[in-house]
């Protein structure tokens, strides 16, 4: 079966890093996706891999190792607004997404 | 620019009841999805749409259908409710089916 593992929670403090990992078994690959998403609110793009290693953007960056099925999303100078679920996602051989159940960021002041 | 308007954003409705949840972009993306959000479980495709006229059933379709008349307009049916079916539905859309989801802002539907 497909599977999609990342950690249920996670706390961090103001102005630290955090890393979210997140690791797959599909069938197939075409693409890993990493989705933020606020209490209530809908979820929305944070990045996108294709290819191995490390896409930066911003304070965020997420990285992609296609053999070991794992990838990272890396939070840099954490603020309070980043509170919120991060969502991993793998598009699979018949370019379905298949979603993590999520991982609870909590900022502590 | 409204992007993915979904209506109702909020709905209770008695088991047994129809219901159709309404999705109208502006993007005039191809592909379309309907999800379901349950606490504890990642977002599951109920059926999806990756041009207008073609539909196809995702991982938990039963007891849902849709139609896809136009590029804008993706409404989700449930032809008699059941309380399982409660939960948080987002409709998205993608301009191809490679690309990245762009969402609604969800509507949250219980089955009593």
């Known amino acids: 079966g497909q599977n999609i593992d990342q950690p249920t929670e996670m706390t961090a403090t103001e102005g630290a890093i955090v890393q979210i990992n997140c690791t797959y078994q599909?069938?197939?690959?075409?693409?890993l996706f990493w989705y933020q998403q606020h209490a209530g609110e809908a979820p929305t793009f944070l990045s996108y891999n294709v290819l191995d290693g490390l896409e930066e953007k911003g304070r965020f960056s997420s990285f992609l190792s296609r053999s070991k099925g794992y990838s990272y999303l890396l939070l840099k100078e954490l603020q309070m607004k980043d509170s919120a679920s991060y969502l991993c996602a793998v598009r699979d051989s018949n370019y379905q997404l298949i979603w993590g159940a999520g991982t609870k960021l909590i900022i502590k002041p | 620019i409204a992007g993915i308007t979904q209506a109702p954003t909020s709905q209770i409705l008695a088991a047994g009841r129809r219901m159709t949840l309404r999705c109208t972009q502006d993007?005039?993306?191809?592909?379309m999805y309907w999800y379901r959000q349950d606490l504890g479980l990642g977002l599951r495709l109920i059926h999806y749409?990756?041009?207008?006229?073609?539909?196809g059933k995702g991982e938990v379709p039963d007891g849902y259908s849709v139609s896809r008349a136009n590029t804008d307009d993706f409404p989700l049916t449930l032809a008699s409710a059941v309380p399982s079916q409660t939960s948080v539905y987002f409709c998205?859309?993608?301009?191809?089916?490679?690309?990245?989801?762009?969402f609604g802002e969800g509507s949250r539907l219980t089955v009593l």
């Open positions: 749409s990756n041009t207008a006229g073609t539909t």
């Open positions: 993007m005039r993306h191809n592909a």
């Open positions: 599909t069938s197939g690959f075409n693409g």
């Open positions: 998205a859309s993608s301009a191809t089916n490679t690309g990245e989801l762009f």
